[in-house]
């Protein structure tokens, strides 16, 4: 059965921090790595990672894809209020193109 | 910016009563998924669709569960008899395909949440 596990569960930190939120994956025939951003309605994409070592940007995040550690960083610099979310990790993977999630984490970003 | 519109945004039901959730997808895309996520609990995979056809379901996905795509524009998830524990968040997503490329990156609905008494 694939499996993503995210870590950590919460975070609260204040607005100017750096954030680092992890996700690892146990997923037959690994396709993607998927992130999402949720807030009080839709899952809103951010990053597809397909290639290890390859840096995805966007403004204040960044994630980058591991494939020999099985394992995803998405990182966020200068954390404004906005931020305060539950970030999705998920996988697709095996003979079909279904997204498995983790349980996500909730990041709480304080003035 | 297209967006996945689904209705409603939250149905109180009894145990035992149908209920179809309906979601407008991308208009451009050809894959149709619905997931669901309890309240505390991981994004689960209910079922994929295309070309008119279910391309997979999870083992949630059971004989209570229909999808439907009755029109070029709409696509349906029916819970015939509801349980309690049919009791989540529905998402309804939509991709312009599938595979590595951006194509395949799922947008979703904002949900519908559905509680069963």
């Known amino acids: 059965e694939d499996k993503v596990v995210q870590s950590p569960l919460s975070l609260v930190v204040h607005e100017g921090d750096t954030v680092t939120l992890n996700c690892s994956y146990e997923?037959?025939?690994?396709?993607?790595l998927l992130w999402y951003k949720q807030e009080k309605k839709a899952p809103t994409f951010l990053f597809m990672l397909?290639?290890?070592?390859i840096e995805k940007k966007s403004g204040r995040l960044s994630s980058i894809l591991d494939k020999k550690e099985l394992s995803s960083i998405l990182n966020i610099t200068a954390t404004q209020t906005g931020d305060s979310a539950i970030y999705l990790c998920?996988?697709?993977?095996?003979?079909?193109?279904?997204?498995?999630f983790g349980k996500g984490t909730l990041l709480t970003v304080n003035p | 910016e297209p967006e996945v519109t689904q209705t409603p945004s939250h149905q109180v039901t009894q145990m035992g009563q149908e209920v179809i959730l309906r979601c407008v997808p991308i208009?451009?895309?050809?894959?149709f998924y619905w997931y669901r996520q309890i309240l505390g609990q991981k994004v689960e995979f209910l079922v994929s669709?295309?070309?008119?056809?279910?391309?997979?379901k999870s083992e949630i996905f059971d004989d209570q569960f229909s999808v439907e795509r009755p029109d070029g524009s709409n696509f349906t998830l029916k819970i015939r008899s509801t349980k309690l524990e049919d009791s989540a968040m529905y998402f309804c997503?939509?991709?312009?395909?599938?595979?590595?490329?951006?194509?395949?990156?799922?947008?979703f609905g904002a949900g519908s949440r559905l509680t069963v008494l």
């Open positions: 997503a939509s991709s312009l395909g599938q595979g590595l490329g951006g194509a395949n990156v799922l947008t």
């Open positions: 997923v037959t025939n690994f396709r993607s």
């Open positions: 397909t290639s290890s070592g």
């Open positions: 998920a996988v697709s993977g095996g003979s079909n193109y279904k997204l498995t």
């Open positions: 208009s451009n895309h050809l894959y």
């Open positions: 669709f295309y070309n008119n056809e279910i391309s997979e």
